[in-house]
């Protein structure tokens, strides 16, 4: 079992298979050029399924695939395979745009994996095409139906934005409830790789916009989500994601590992240690110990709204978000 220095056990992996994106989106990495990091300097899939084996070992009982945008490396089925059948037992998610998922949903399905989170910012195609500075929306709701019909359970995320979105967030509401799919708002997560113009919708505005069309009742936390949860009259729940909040880190279980192999204890920190040198030479003990190090320095809170306004260079498409 995996326990940090803040007694908080840490069962849960996220996994960036790459760094690549196929949207621009405005709260990720809008001004970025198409470019990738050369395959020589990516871990492999069985190099990655060997750090895996090594996780799962030690206590991981979630992973989490992540991009960039997941689906755009090749043979990305074969890799959630490898887990599967390691670990049937292991809760196997992924974390896409859905733009390439229609083709792909079956495949994913049949190698194992249970769940994905889908970010619908919009139900507009113009808007979406603003947010992405790309035609996606057709592409993203197609996939997130073929997603359902071959038995993926899809979580739907949306970052609400003044002057951009914030007017469909009942809209995406009513969307998600009508295919019994969950809906989380994210409120916008400052970065320096985001465009200067967003202006994030804070949860009480988002909640006093909700309250004039719903009545609900508070939930609170849920288990290590990081979550809040509302449950309406009928019974659907929906939550919000407040990375500023004082309890937002309180239960965090996760660590991150990038394509290249950082292995990474907090979503806004730099610092990371790489297992890719221990894992290229087939040293399980020494990637195991670099595992066991992160956890221990794995920090008590992010630094979002610290005291000096410091937050992290690194994106979040090379963390998984």
């Known amino acids: ?43 492999s899939f069985e190099e990655l399924f060997l750090f895996m084996k090594i ?36 809760d196997l998610a992924m974390t896409t745009n859905a733009f390439l998922l229609k083709g792909a949903a079956q495949r994913l399905k049949d190698a194992g994996l249970r769940r994905i989170n889908v970010s619908i910012d919009t139900l507009k195609p113009e808007t979406a095409h603003r947010i992405a500075a790309k035609d996606v ?76 069309h719903y009545e609900f009742t508070d939930d609170g936390f849920d288990g290590s989500s ?18 500023y909040a004082d309890d937002f880190c309180k239960k965090c279980n996760r660590i991150r590992l990038t394509a290249e192999g950082n292995l990474i204890p907090c979503l806004y920190f730099d610092e990371a240690l790489s297992i890719g ?6 040293d399980i003990n020494a990637a195991a110990e670099v595992l066991r190090e992160v956890v221990r320095t794995k920090p008590e809170k992010n630094r979002w709204g610290g005291e000096d306004g410091e937050s992290s ?8 978000g």
């Open 137 to 212: 929306l057709k592409n993203v709701l197609a996939g997130v139906e073929e997603a359902r019909r071959v038995g993926l359970k899809v979580k739907v995320n949306m970052v609400p934005m003044k002057n951009m979105n914030a007017d469909e967030i009942v809209d995406v509401l009513e969307y998600c409830k009508e295919r019994d799919m969950s809906i989380r708002f994210i409120e916008y997560m400052e970065n320096q790789h985001a465009s200067k113009d967003i202006s994030g919708l804070k949860s009480d505005e988002l909640l006093e916009r909700l309250r004039e």
């Open 1 to 43: 079992m995996l326990i940090d220095s803040y007694d908080r056990v840490v069962d849960y992996l996220r996994v960036s298979v790459t760094e690549r994106c196929n949207f621009r989106c405005q709260y990720c990495m809008p001004e970025k050029p198409f470019s990738w990091v050369p395959k020589e300097n990516l871990l």
């Open 313 to 320: 260079s690194r994106a979040f498409y090379e963390t998984g």
């Open 226 to 243: 990081p979550s809040h949860y509302y449950t309406m009259k009928d019974g659907y729940r929906f939550g919000i994601i407040e990375p």
């Open 277 to 282: 040198k221990a894992i290229k030479a087939g």
């Open 55 to 90: 996780a799962i070992d030690e206590g991981v009982k979630k992973i989490r695939i992540t991009g960039g945008e997941p689906l755009l490396r090749e043979d990305l089925d074969k890799f959630i395979k490898m887990i599967y059948d390691y670990e049937p037992s292991i």
